[in-house]
């Protein structure tokens, strides 16, 4: 039904950037929810940002991260990506995409709704 392919990530100093791509197959796509969510070594596994679907696209954002990350969506290319700019050793996860419908806008922040998840790609900030 969907399938989520991620790129991107890697090394990179604190105050760089990087782009995470996700990239879908399926034909309704853009009907989904799409989320990012992280997960650094020993922790659990914590919401980054989503954009909604359904035509009335809207982003939000957790507040770690607001201001500096920008969630990007192109439906024509079933393409949402990430872009990360000053980041810190604070950003250091595993990264993941997901794709879910029918999320309301209280549960958009936590993993239930979400029902396909792509592969993740490890983001490592250090000098």
């Known amino acids: 039904q969907v399938q989520l392919m991620q790129s991107g990530g890697g090394l990179v100093q604190p105050g760089g950037s990087l782009t995470l791509s996700c990239a879908a197959s399926?034909?309704?796509?853009?009907?989904?929810?799409v989320g990012w969510f992280r997960q650094a070594l020993g922790k659990e596994r914590e919401f980054v940002g989503a954009?909604?679907?359904?035509?009335?696209?809207?982003?939000h954002y957790a507040d770690s991260v607001k201001g500096r990350f920008t969630i990007s969506r192109d439906n024509a290319k079933n393409t949402v990506t990430l872009q990360m700019n000053r980041l810190t050793p604070e950003d250091t996860a595993l990264y993941y995409c997901?794709?879910?419908?029918?999320?309301?806008?209280?549960?958009?922040?936590?993993?239930?709704?979400?029902?396909?998840w792509g592969q993740g790609t490890q983001v490592t900030v250090s000098s």
């Open positions: 954009v909604r679907g359904l035509g009335g696209n809207t982003y």
């Open positions: 997901a794709a879910g419908q029918g999320i309301i806008l209280s549960s958009l922040r936590t993993e239930t709704g979400y029902t396909y």
């Open positions: 399926g034909r309704f796509f853009s009907r989904y929810t």
